[in-house]
Nanobody, 123 residues
Framework: QVQLQESGGGLVQAGASLRLSCASS????????VGWFRQTPGKERDFVAS???????DYADSVKGRFTISRDNAKNTLYLQMNSMKPEDTGVYYC?????????????????WGPGTQVTVSS
């Protein structure tokens, strides 16, 4: 089974930047789409960004122009660079890995998940 581990979360002020990382143990990492989702207590897990097997990204409208998703297949690692952060970006950020090559905005399309990392943005 694939193991995922997020890192890089923390507390920042509005307008600041933060970079998240996600390390995957999966043998198929380089061949599938991966993505970032975020969740607050009592709410659904929401799509943030995804990237397919050849590096084509997809973003939620709320983060376009501010966040950048990338991957390093040699290191089996996914990244999320977050700039110009807003209080609305607060939540637990999860990385997910698919078993298919295409991007998806639906968390049900992701087979594997990390335990999450907390991101808090103060105003």
């Amino acid at each position: 089974q694939v193991q995922l581990q997020e890192s890089g979360g923390g507390l920042v002020q509005a307008g600041a930047s933060l970079r998240l990382s996600c390390a995957s143990s999966g043998r198929t990492f380089k061949d599938v789409a991966v993505g970032w989702f975020r969740q607050t207590p009592g709410k659904e897990r929401d799509f943030v960004a995804s990237i397919n097997w050849i590096g084509m990204p997809d973003y939620a409208d709320s983060v376009k122009g501010r966040f950048t998703i990338s991957r390093d297949n040699a290191k089996n690692t996914l990244y999320l660079q977050m700039n110009s952060m807003k209080p609305e970006d607060t939540g637990v950020y999860y990385c997910g890995q698919r078993t298919r090559i295409k991007n998806s905005d639906d968390p049900d399309d992701y087979e594997y998940w990390g335990p999450g990392t907390q991101v808090t943005v103060s105003s």
